[in-house]
């Protein structure tokens, strides 16, 4: 099934800790402006720890001319909280939100905030602000990694998509066939919602497998063989990575991905190779 209307391109950044970061930030969003993605999306640290932070980076991005979507968290924040967040962005003219459980930080112990799921999250922004904000929630093909199955775990997607979620981000997978399973047991549940898959390009090896490691997303044996013969050879990793994961893209869309959202870890270069290889 080939696509038939473009597909919505998206793009993930993260708050820089300092000013040299934000240097580096604005250089990369000013470079994938050429993909006129349809959103740019801001992380939230565990806790809320970059909740200012978050802030300021969505209007750098808004002010560069991004419809940016902040990333909001329930964990280890009380309702007046989200609240205030929320009535903050909706006065910034803000209109779409990445809602997330999120995670607790080390050290939190069991202050887990008075929302304890992602759906309640939804549910939330849905009583105190009706239909202003567009909800973005997450999915994950390969499992949550403290899910107890993956049955378990599509309930819980089910039912953030009930809560009224209006569309989906993966989490970044290197197995197409993961994500149109998922896709098709969502469909099966009545999820009629977009299902973005999100893409990780390959840069580094070593950030690669930590990051997979935390977010229980699989990297291919053969994959990691090739990306480990490499070893500091960082042409050749990028030269891989692009290859691996275009021609990944590429499956994805002409089997019915609805679009593509990138990790871009505050990098243009590598995400830019991507879409040029793709031809968009």
Sequence with gaps: MTQTTPPALSLEFFPPRDIAAQERLVRAAKQLLAMQPKYVSVTFGAGGSTREGTADTVRTLSNLGCDAAPHLSCIGA???????????????????????????????????????????????????????????????????????????????????????????ITQYFFNADAYFDFVDRARARGVTVPIVPGIMPITNYSQLSRFSEMCGAELPRWIRLR???????????????????????????????????????????ATLSIWKNLDL
């Design 78 to 168: 009380t309702r007046d909280q989200l609240r205030e967040i929320l009535a903050r962005y909706r006065a910034e003219g803000i209109k779409r939100v990445v809602a997330l459980r999120g995670d607790l930080p080390s050290g939190m112990g069991g202050d887990a905030g008075e929302l304890r799921y992602a759906s309640d999250l939804v549910r939330f922004i849905r009583e105190e602000t009706g239909d202003w904000f567009h909800i973005e929630v997450a999915a994950y093909p390969e499992m949550h990694p403290q899910a107890v199955s993956p049955t378990v775990d599509l309930d819980h997607f089910v039912t953030k998509v009930q809560a009224g979620a209006n569309a989906a």
């Design 227 to 269: 990306l480990a013969e490499f070893g500091d050879d960082k042409a050749s990793i990028r030269a891989f990575g692009a290859e691996v994961v275009t021609e990944l893209c590429q499956t994805l869309l002409d089997n019915g991905a609805p679009g593509l959202h990138f990790y871009t870890l505050n990098q243009g270069d």
